[in-house]
């Protein structure tokens, strides 16, 4: 290999990069609870419950928050993906 390849990462070590580092940087970045209050929380809690109390966290109010925050990884993925097909 030239001079310049042996300062470059290619292939399969590239492809272990961007996921390793760039991609799991980008996913650090994001904080879990940004855009979700404690009052959104309980509010969604209450709205599962209905008029009935309860001992434990329903199931769909925990659906309803973290299917909220997970698709606020999607930004990051795509972008891993592209990442990835350009080394492709």
Do not use: H, K, W
Not at 39 to 55: D, F, K, M, V, Y
Request: net charge negative; with cysteine.
């Amino acid at each position: 290999p030239a001079l310049a390849d042996m300062n470059e990462l290619f292939g399969g070590a590239r492809i272990s990069y961007i996921f390793n580092d760039i991609f799991a940087a980008s996913l650090m970045s994001v904080a879990p609870f940004d855009g979700l209050s404690d009052q959104e929380i309980r509010t969604t809690i209450c709205n599962a419950n209905g008029t009935r109390p309860s001992l434990f966290v329903p199931e769909i109010s925990f659906d309803i928050l973290a299917r909220r925050q997970i698709s606020r990884l999607e930004q990051p993925g795509l972008q891993c993906v592209d990442l990835v097909y350009e080394e492709l």
